[in-house]
């Protein structure tokens, strides 16, 4: 298995609703990072968290991490339509620097 | 499961050298894309291969170019290379028809000195 899966791997909600992403990695790690992509194209970073944090917000976003468990989620909050897209987990590995990308969460809101 | 994979993992080369990056998709996935990411920077996009031909195009330069093989795999071509292409590649499979989600490799850090 790959380093950073996120699961579920697809996600469809109704407008409104909350959605929330898993991700978990095997490796120690300096960092964690969020990522969006529309229509598979460039990646759009949505929040970082280092292995010193537990949680970080940003607008509807709510990211938490668990080093004990190595795991973290995120929580999109009322969600919109706009924010269907591919959501991306990525670490980077604490002893190259490496970043590992994992499969993606494909999240589909309906209006 | 396999994984994408990339060679090399880390490549160190000289301005104005050539370089080649190695990307073996998924098993049964048929679409390649790859990713230039700098520095501090998101990972942009370079361009992309369905079924050996090429399906869209990013920011690549024209010094690069790209080609999908008749087993799937894909080699990133980089002439004349300047200290500014010093980032770390990406590559990423997907199954078309399938679930759309692309599965990215470890990349290739390149360093050009």
């Known amino acids: 298995s790959q380093q950073g899966e996120e699961d579920p791997q697809a996600l469809s909600i109704q407008e409104g609703e909350n959605a929330t992403m898993n991700c978990s990695y095997k490796?120690?790690?300096?960092?964690l990072q969020w990522y969006r992509q529309n229509s598979g194209r460039g990646l759009v970073h949505l929040i970082l968290?280092?292995?010193?944090?537990r949680e970080k917000h940003s607008g509807r976003l709510r990211v938490t991490l668990d080093t004990s468990k190595k795991s973290s989620s995120l929580l999109i909050t009322a969600s919109r339509a706009a924010d269907t897209a591919s959501y991306f987990c990525?670490?980077?590995?604490?002893?190259?620097?490496?970043?590992?990308f994992g499969a993606g969460t494909r999240l589909t809101v309906k209006p | 499961a396999a994984g994408v994979i990339q060679s090399p993992r880390h490549l160190i080369k000289e301005k104005r050298e050539t370089a080649t990056l190695k990307c073996y998709p998924i098993?049964?996935?048929?679409?390649v894309y790859w990713y230039q990411q700098g520095p501090g920077q998101d990972p942009q996009f370079l361009i992309s291969?369905?079924?050996?031909?090429?399906?869209d195009k990013g920011s690549i330069p024209d010094r690069f170019s790209a080609q999908q093989f008749s087993d799937y795999h894909s080699e990133l071509n980089m002439s004349s290379l300047e200290l500014g292409d010093s980032a770390l590649y990406f590559c990423?499979?997907?199954?078309?028809?399938?679930?759309?989600?692309?599965?990215f490799g470890p990349g290739t850090r390149l360093t050009v000195t």
């Open positions: 990423a499979s997907s199954l078309v028809g399938g679930s759309y989600e692309q599965y």
């Open positions: 490796t120690s790690i300096n960092n």
């Open positions: 968290i280092r292995s010193n944090e």
């Open positions: 990525a670490t980077d590995d604490d002893n190259n620097n490496d970043m590992r």
């Open positions: 098993p049964r996935h048929d679409t």
């Open positions: 291969f369905y079924e050996k031909m090429q399906s």
